[in-house]
């Protein structure tokens, strides 16, 4: 208790000192705190606008193989019957909509251009809920789901060279093994934000794709939950009890397995953040080793007396571990206050603009929402951290005789 | 009964490649409840000698025998207890802890022995009490003058119950006065509580406090008088 008292005043001491440490410990924290709130906010912006892209919750088909050729050749996953599995899967309570959808590949000609798009088509009534995310940013989306009408991604009617009321001709493989091709028109122009799909994609109405392909059934169903955190509870109810007693054969993906530019993000910017965090270890390690080593040259005669007066040399190690520890733990503190408070004024003042990221086509205004548990985890960090700092310092002032100690100027 | 015994103790410092002698074979017997002064010029081997006596030092060669125990056998946890019970340390520049109040830095060698909190404040009370220092129990060493550090640790030294005091040049840090004050103090207190006081100085008008005074000259022992009270020395 007593070693606890002069530690802590020992912190205070010094003041000029123990403020210049506290303030690179907390100008480390504070920045992993608000790279982090970053990173998340924008990570959750690329997980909801990949999900609502198209990519949905989950997807469901009839092998795994489909993720992998199923655009290629749609016709051998077809679900038979995949109106009563929909309603199957629509009765569980987080699931907010189940989207059939047909994506095949087909070549757009118009006049003398022609291009190679993947169409995806899916009923034009709930298109939104699926695709909130794909704003039309020229004409209007497909409104009845027989009409002979296609919307295409920005970047695949630039390819074209075509307009809104523009008529394409779409060319296609059917079912059979037959070419098939008709007129549509042009009714709308969409972009995602994300650059691969924009310059990949076309959307068609569900009715008007399948008598092109000359098909009754579709080979995947989009799944929409409440809520994206439902993923494993509704994937686990779908895996071990909806799916053993259908006499369907069904296969289901999660989205992060299907989220491939996700996936990448992700790992580049966790990796960044590591870095950073990095970075700041070693500063506060530096920092905190700095000012313990002045701290116990400085009181070399103070520990030779302590020492004289019976004082083990485990107190002593303590008495120096407890000091760094303390300014550590009061810089993690303040650090996650002034970081999380940073954040908050740039939240209130709109955030702040972010150019295009590498893939992307559109910016955005980015919030910092770094997550709670980073609170304590950052707490921890420098916690851990002062004392890893502490421990030769503390080592050190266990090593004078006390005799050496006591001349000790 | 004797308190203090030396056997031929003998002590080498190493500094750089040359070997320093600091003391030579000296031999020692102070009697329990004496004040002891241990005169001679700097570099004499006074503080080496009052280290070695007090638990913080090794000879290199010669046995130190201090309340019957043989310091040779203890190992470094058992010193530190040793000293904490048995010894009590008054340093020249005080060595108080800065960051302590008086009354704190007298509590602290109690906060390492097992106590009550009620026996430590009684200690504590009594023996500032004993000092005169008890108005200043709230001050931190850096608002006390010399003399008032002295004497909050000569209470801390004393607030054990040591059986011996070690001081090394008490008074060389204070004016002729002030120091005067603190050795009739410490003559006091050995008188009150029949403490052993070993104390070293380099100046004569101090040795008159002691009951017996050491001098010592480059490691040895050169006389043992039995201070005449009635000798101007």
């Known amino acids: 208790m007593i070693i606890f008292k002069i530690s802590l005043r020992s912190v205070l001491r010094n003041k000029r000192r123990t403020l210049i440490t506290l303030l690179s410990i907390i100008i480390g924290i504070v920045s992993i705190t608000v790279y982090s709130g970053f990173i998340t906010y924008s990570m959750w912006g690329l997980r909801e606008s990949t999900i609502r892209n198209g990519l949905g919750h989950l997807q469901i088909s009839t092998d795994e193989k489909f993720f ?3 655009s290629f050749d749609p016709y051998s996953f077809l679900i038979k019957d995949y109106k009563s599995v929909m309603r199957k899967i629509m009765s569980i309570p987080e699931v907010k909509t189940v989207v059939p959808e047909i994506t095949f590949s087909a070549t757009l000609a118009c006049r003398e251009r022609s291009a190679i798009a993947m169409v995806k088509a899916f009923p034009s009534n709930i298109s939104s809920d699926v695709l909130s995310f794909r704003n039309i940013i020229e004409g209007r989306d ?3 789901d027989t009409a002979r009408e296609i919307v295409l991604s920005r970047g695949v009617a630039e390819k074209l060279g075509v307009k809104v009321g523009d008529i394409l001709t779409i060319m296609g493989v059917t079912k059979g093994g037959g ?8 009714v709308g122009i969409s972009s995602s934000g994300l650059r691969e799909i924009d310059n990949m994609y076309a959307y068609m109405g569900l009715k008007a794709a ?3 392909l000359f098909v009754q059934d579709v080979p995947l169903l989009v799944v929409l939950l409440e809520k994206t955190e439902y993923t494993d509870k509704v994937y686990n109810y779908l895996v071990n009890e909806m799916i053993p007693v259908s006499k369907e054969k069904l296969f289901v993906k999660k989205w992060n397995e299907l989220a491939d530019y996700y996936n990448q993000a992700k790992g580049f910017y966790d990796t960044l953040l590591s ?12 920092a905190i080793l700095n000012t313990m080593v002045m701290s116990v040259f400085e009181r070399v005669r103070e520990i030779g007396t302590m020492r004289a007066m019976g004082t083990k040399k485990s107190k002593i190690l303590l008495m120096f571990m407890l000091e760094g520890t303390i300014i550590g733990l009061i810089g993690g503190v303040i650090g996650v206050l002034i970081g999380f408070g940073l954040c908050y004024v740039i939240n ?6 972010i150019p295009p990221p590498p893939g992307m086509n559109e910016g955005y205004r980015a919030l910092f929402s770094p997550p709670l548990r980073s609170i304590w985890e950052n707490i921890i960090l420098a916690f851990v951290v002062s004392i890893i700092g502490s421990i030769y310092p503390a080592l050190r002032s266990t090593k004078f005789s006390i005799a050496e100690a006591l001349r000790y100027i | 009964m004797e308190i203090v015994k030396t056997e031929n103790v003998r002590k080498v410092y190493r500094l750089g490649k040359t070997y320093i002698e600091a003391l030579k074979r000296v031999n020692l017997r102070i009697e329990e409840g004496k004040m002891i002064c241990i005169m001679g010029p700097s570099g004499s081997g006074k503080s080496t000698l009052l280290h070695i006596i007090g638990a913080i030092d090794y000879p290199t060669e010669g046995k130190v025998f201090v309340y019957n125990t043989d310091l040779s056998n203890l190992d470094d946890s058992q010193l530190a207890e040793f000293r904490n019970k048995v010894i009590g340390f008054i340093f020249q520049a005080f060595n108080l802890i800065p960051v302590l109040t008086a009354y704190e830095n007298v509590e602290y060698p109690l906060l390492l022995q097992r106590m009550t909190r009620r026996e430590r404040k009684r200690r504590v009370e009594e023996i500032l009490e004993s000092t005169g220092i008890k108005h200043l129990a709230n001050q931190r060493p850096n608002e006390l003058s010399g003399g008032e550090r002295q004497r909050v640790a000569i209470a801390r030294a004393l607030v054990t119950n040591p059986k011996i005091v070690i001081a090394d040049e008490p008074t060389a840090n204070l004016d002729h006065k002030t120091g005067s004050m603190i050795l009739e103090l410490m003559k006091d207190l050995n008188t009150r509580y029949k403490t052993t006081f070993i104390f070293s100085t380099h100046d004569p008008l101090v040795s008159k406090y002691a009951d017996e005074v050491i001098q010592l000259m480059d490691g040895e022992i050169v006389n043992n008088i039995q201070e005449d009270k009635n000798d101007n020395f």
Request: glycine share 8%; proline share 0%.
């Open chain 1, 348 to 353: 209130m003042s709109g955030g702040i603009y």
């Open chain 1, 275 to 286: 870095v950073i965090r990095l970075i700041v270890i070693l500063i506060v390690i530096f």
């Open chain 1, 179 to 186: 070419l098939n091709a008709m007129d549509v028109e042009v």
């Open chain 1, 210 to 212: 399948k008598d092109f």
């Open chain 1, 68 to 70: 992998l050729l199923g």
């Open chain 1, 142 to 144: 497909i409104i009845e």
